[in-house]
Structures are given as C-alpha cells and as structure tokens.
C-alpha cells in the first residue's frame, strides 16, 4: 500500500503541473502580445481555465480514423506518458525522496526517455495520415540528431562528479555556508561546464519540441504534425507527456548542474521540504524560459534545425567534453 501511495505521488505532481503550466504559457504568451489571456473562470486571472479545458477533453469523443491501425493508435499516448512518468522515478526531489536511487541513475533516465521516440512515431505512422507521417519521421530525425549532443554534455557532467547516481551527484553540490552554491555547484566547479549547460538547454528545447524547435507538429505546416488525428483524452496526454517532458529534463538540468534539491543560500533554508521548493523553482524557472522562446522567436527550417545540430553542436559537444575531461585531469 505504501509502494502504491509513493508511486502516484510523481502522477499527482505531473498533473498538478501541467494544469499550472498551461495556465501559466498562456498568461507569459498574452504578456509578451500585450493581452491578458485567461481572466473569468475561477476568479483571479482564470486560474481554473485549464481545469475547465481538461473536463472539457474528458467529455469529447474518441475519434480513431477508419484505416487508423487501431491498437497502435491507441497505445501510443498512452506509452509516450508511460515513458515520461518512469522516468521521474529517479529524479531526486529532495533530500528525502526518490523513487529509486539506483546506481545507473543517469543511464536508465536516458534510456527510457528513448521510448519517446518512438511512441510518437507509433502514433504517427498508426494515424494513416500523410501530416502525421511527416511529423512523426521528422520526430525521429529530430531527436535521434539532438540526443547526440544531450547525452555528450550529461558525460561531460559525470566526468567531473564521478557517479551515475543522481541523488549522489545532488548531495556533493550541497555546502554549509550562506553562499554554498557557488563552489559546489557543479556549473561553477569547471568553467567548461558552462558550454555543456548552454547545449544541454538547447538539446532539450529541441527534444521538447519547443519553438524554435517545433517540426515535428508546425501548424502552419503539419495542420498538428504527429497529433493531427487525436482528439478527446488522448490528444490530452500527448499534451500532458509534453509539459510532463519539459519538467523532466529541466529537473534533470537543476540535478546536473545548479545543485539539484541544494539551496542557493547553503545550510540556510535547507531541509527536505525546503529542498523540495527549491528543486521545483529551479525546473520550473527553465520551463519558464522556454515558454518565453516559444513567444519570442520564429521557427526554424528542417534544413537549418538539422545543421545547428550536426554542424555546431555536436562538434562544440565533443570538443568541450574533451575540454572538460583535460582541466579535471589538470586542476
């Protein structure tokens, strides 16, 4: 019973969070155009417009295509979320609570956010649609291409913390004095960790499917890309494993990176409970910027997304690992 209860914990919070942060790209979206968004349902700034809309999915029918491939059209949300929520497993939320704290922490988070791919490809080739198609192979094109880089600046990381145990490499940024961040984050422990952090934000917004990054579902292009004939409930997991990606690899950013469940302020507003909201607000604060992307920038062409990745990113990622792997051998 107690398994059960810590199980659905992550569940309570990646639905939490998706309510909010749909709110939320929509009140940061009418911001940056100058509007107010949602502001009548539920009172303060439309606080329950998202709750409205999610009862609203619950309601709508299911639609499958007739030359839909039925059970693959089906399971493939349903295994894109699956993929998403045991990944979370492993993500250290606090000093006091992880799912498993296992030591290949790192590899098996990797690994199974994989299955992601190829769930949208699923949906897509299922949907025996010609817009569908075209974004699920652009899906497969896009984060086979920007997995390269992700996964070179995380070695870049390990090379320098020594573990795949996320949990471990959170408790080694932790420091005792009022300004414990800065020598023991592990950004600031290695100055090429600096440019393994800027392609591993970029790799990520591009594995999120975010602007600028958004081929595999441009409306102006793919009517919705890989989800054009979902609707009802299922449509709303694909959003739900979405915004539940972009948590998850923003969290994995703040373990990496920025301290993890650490306090910026050392020993001072320390604990589990506080280092469970600081953990938050870090992922958060990434899922923030990229919901300021989306509304800032344009998108890119097939032709230019493919070139940033196999032109500069993976050639900067490799050379900086090496970078990396000879200051810590030196200092």
């Known amino acids: 019973m107690a398994l059960l209860i ?56 299911d639609i499958i295509p007739t030359n839909a491939s039925r059970f693959l059209f ?17 993500i250290p939320f606090s000093s006091a609570y992880i799912g498993s704290s296992i030591n290949i922490g790192v590899f098996y988070l990797l690994a199974v956010t994989s299955l992601l791919t190829l769930s949208v490809i699923m949906g897509a080739w299922a949907s025996n649609n010609k817009w569908s198609l075209l974004g699920g192979m652009r899906t497969a094109a896009q984060m086979v291409s920007y997995e390269v880089p992700t996964i070179m600046s995380v070695l870049s990381v390990l090379v320098v913390a020594g573990s795949l145990n996320l949990m471990t490499i959170s408790e080694m940024q932790t420091g005792n ?55 009802g409930m299922r449509w709303g997991i694909f959003m739900l494993a979405e915004y539940a990606d972009m948590l998850l ?18 020993s001072y507003l320390s604990g589990p409970v506080w280092g469970f909201i600081w953990f938050m607000l870090k992922g958060l604060l990434f899922v923030f910027v990229m919901m300021w992307m989306r509304w800032t920038l344009p998108r890119y062409r097939v032709d230019q997304l493919m070139e940033i990745c196999w032109t500069i990113l993976i050639p900067v990622s490799f050379i900086n690992f090496v970078l990396i792997a000879l200051w810590e051998m030196t200092f």
Request: overall charge negative.
């Open 6 to 61: 810590f199980a659905t914990l992550p569940l309570l919070l990646i639905v939490g969070y998706a309510l909010f942060a749909i709110w939320l790209e929509r009140k940061v979206s009418a911001h940056i155009q100058d509007r107010l968004g949602p502001m009548r349902v539920g009172g303060w700034h439309g606080w329950a417009q998202t709750i409205a809309d999610m009862l609203k999915l619950i309601q709508k029918e």
């Open 74 to 90: 089906k399971s493939a949300p349903f295994v894109l979320f699956a993929a998403s929520y045991a990944a979370f497993s492993v």
């Open 177 to 231: 004095d009022i300004l414990g961040f800065l020598p023991n984050w592990l950004i600031f422990q290695n100055p090429f960790l600096i440019v393994a952090f800027i392609i591993f934000f970029i790799s990520i917004v591009a594995e999120s499917h975010r602007v600028p990054f958004d081929l595999p579902e441009s409306e102006s292009e793919l009517v919705a890309g890989f989800q054009t004939e979902y609707s």
């Open 249 to 266: 690899l923003s969290l994995l950013g703040a373990v990496l990176f920025f301290g993890g469940w650490a306090s910026p302020f050392g």
